[in-house]
């Protein structure tokens, strides 16, 4: 992350080899929060799709931090623009609206096009095929008839 400074030259998502944030998500901004010198500096946005992250925020509302800072050349989306946020988890405030997720802008906020929903979708798809854990449950039978197992009422 840097200081933006003259003209902004930002690659391709498909040419980047880590992709900034803990969380990518499409979705629609709602509102904005303005700073008293002008300018937003976060916004309500509606998640569409979560592509790396908590999939349990599809449909939520949640605030994303960062919007008209300097470290990134594209922060500022416009109201009812539906783009592709890289974002960050904020865990520490957390507390203090506990139905309220927060999350704080890591990179350029970016087009919703073929070209990105492609490389996201490849990255979505490695997480889906790495080794998950399995729970293991030990098989019990609390039933106290005699039956074969095939034949046994619900207990």
């Not at 629609?28 to 700073?35: I, L, P």
């Not at 799709?49 to 470290?71: A, H, I, N, T, Y």
């Not at 974002?87 to 802008?105: C, E, G, S, T």
């Amino acid at each position: 992350m840097c200081k933006v400074t003259g003209k902004c030259r930002i690659k391709p998502l498909s040419t980047k080899s880590k992709i900034a944030g803990d969380t990518i998500i499409s979705g629609t901004v709602k509102s904005f929060y303005m700073k008293e010198s002008g300018g937003p500096f976060a916004g309500k946005v509606k998640v569409r799709r979560v592509f790396k992250g908590d999939k349990g925020l599809e449909g939520r509302m949640v605030m994303v931090e960062g919007f008209g800072s300097k470290d990134f050349c594209l922060s500022s989306p416009r109201l009812g623009d539906t783009k592709l946020f890289f974002v960050q988890n904020i865990k520490a405030r957390q507390n203090i609206y506990p139905r309220v997720y927060k999350f704080k802008l890591k990179d350029n906020i970016l087009k919703l096009n073929l070209r990105n929903l492609k490389t996201l979708w490849k990255l979505e798809d490695k997480n889906e095929k790495a080794p998950k854990r399995r729970k293991f449950k030990a098989k019990t039978n609390f039933c106290t008839f005699s039956c074969p197992p095939e034949v046994q009422p619900v207990c």
